[in-house]
């Protein structure tokens, strides 16, 4: 297995496991156009962040995106995981582990984060326990939001 930064080749797959995620989790089916954008805008400027695509056999089986939001009061970036998808058939074989090691170390190479941030649906307890096996614990926090 190999864990690198996504780019630009990258950009359909990527796409297609955010489609994915989101009929899977919210039953969402996400606009082509808008996503290709959103994609494309995050591969094209790694100020806002960046992807990290697993891949085995010259496939890619899992991916996640990763935002930065600055934190005052610690002087570092906060690192939001966010878009996180395995394909059904690659799960349960600790891809998002590796996925979220490779995060780690990268901002360990960077001076370090705040901390690792991620949303997880209530409903979905088996990605919640696997966030708690690799040192992840819920946080204090809610979240409120205005659309």
Known sequence: MKIRKGQQS????LIQFNQAMAMETEELALDSNLLNKGVNTLLSHPEKGFY?????DNEIVGSLMVTFEWSDWRAKD????????IRP?????????????????????????ASFRL????????????YQALGMEQSYYL???EK
Request: proline share 0%.
């Open 119 to 130: 949303y997880v649906e209530k409903e979905n307890t088996k990605a919640q326990q696997t």
């Open 10 to 13: 990258d950009l359909s797959a």
């Open 52 to 56: 990290l695509v697993a891949e085995a």
């Open 78 to 85: 906060y690192y939001w995981i966010q878009s996180v998808y």
């Open 143 to 145: 979240m409120y939001e």
């Open 89 to 113: 058939e690659n799960r349960r074989q600790g891809i998002y582990g590796k996925l979220y090691q490779a995060v780690k170390d990268i901002a360990e190479e960077n001076g370090g984060a």
